[in-house]
T-cell receptor, first 112, second 115 residues
Framework: GENVEQHPSTLSVQEGDSAVIKCTYSDSASNYFPWYKQELGKRPQLIIDIRSNVGEKKDQRIAVTLNKTAKHFSLHITETQPEDSAVYFC???????????FGTGTQLKVEL | SAVISQKPSRDICQRGTSLTIQCQVD?????MFWYRQQPGQSLTLIATANQGSEATYESGFVIDKFPISRPNLTFSTLTVSNMSPEDSSIYLCSVDLRGSTDTQYFGPGTRLTVL
């Protein structure tokens, strides 16, 4: 089955700096890669996703890149703000299926 | 966008008892899923709730422990049976709103504490 590794487990940045979270996956058939943000006590919220036929996708301060050859994808947050502080989860879904496999999560802290 | 709700939002239960969690969506959806999130951990898929047929369980999860119902396209229940303190977790349902069987949106979760 699919295995998703996520790094780092914690990340602390200064407000205004960029943050990068990286994930690798094992199943070359995986074709959909969402990112979720989970604030304390809240539900995971989808913030951006990318499919395997695209190398990069941007939405305002958030971008995701995908390298299918290396089987890794990354979340990039620019101009970080205190409200970006949360746990971020990457996930992958294998082609032909609907099972999401989640990474272990990254606790992002944006300091003033 | 659709509204996904869960009941109860939290509960404290005694070991050996059972709790049924409800997930309601305000529009029809094809796929509904149940996840468990243990304290400080990631999300683990328990099962896919199939409308009109038995749920599909992931490795490590069995129907006797986590029976699931899906009577229609807007509603599902997960029961946590014969609970022990190890079952203390957040239980979340998710749905595929776009009908693509890929993008999943989560309910608010049910925080379960077993004493």
């Amino acid at each position: 089955g699919e295995n998703v590794e996520q790094h780092p487990s914690t990340l602390s940045v200064q407000e205004g700096d960029s943050a990068v979270i990286k994930c690798t996956y094992s199943d070359s058939a995986s074709n959909y890669f969402p990112w979720y943000k989970q604030e304390l006590g809240k539900r995971p919220q989808l913030i951006i996703d990318i499919r395997s036929n695209v190398g990069e996708k941007k939405d305002q301060r958030i971008a995701v890149t995908l390298n299918k050859t290396a089987k890794h994808f990354s979340l990039h947050i620019t101009e970080t703000q205190p409200e970006d502080s949360a746990v971020y989860f990457c996930a992958a879904i294998t082609g032909g299926g609907n099972k999401l496999t989640f990474g272990t999560g990254t606790q992002l802290k944006v300091e003033l | 966008s659709a509204v996904i709700s869960q009941k109860p939002s939290r509960d404290i239960c005694q070991r050996g008892t059972s709790l049924t969690i409800q997930c309601q969506v305000d529009s029809q959806v094809t796929m509904m899923f149940w996840y468990r999130q243990q304290p400080g951990q990631s999300l683990t898929l328990i099962a896919t709730a199939n409308q009109g047929s038995e749920a599909t369980y992931e490795s490590g999860f069995v129907i006797d422990k986590f029976p699931i119902s899906r009577p229609n396209l807007t509603f599902s229940t997960l029961t946590v049976s014969n609970m022990s303190p190890e079952d203390s977790s957040i239980y979340l349902c998710s749905v595929d709103l776009r009908g693509s069987t890929d993008t999943q949106y989560f309910g608010p979760g049910t925080r379960l504490t077993v004493l």
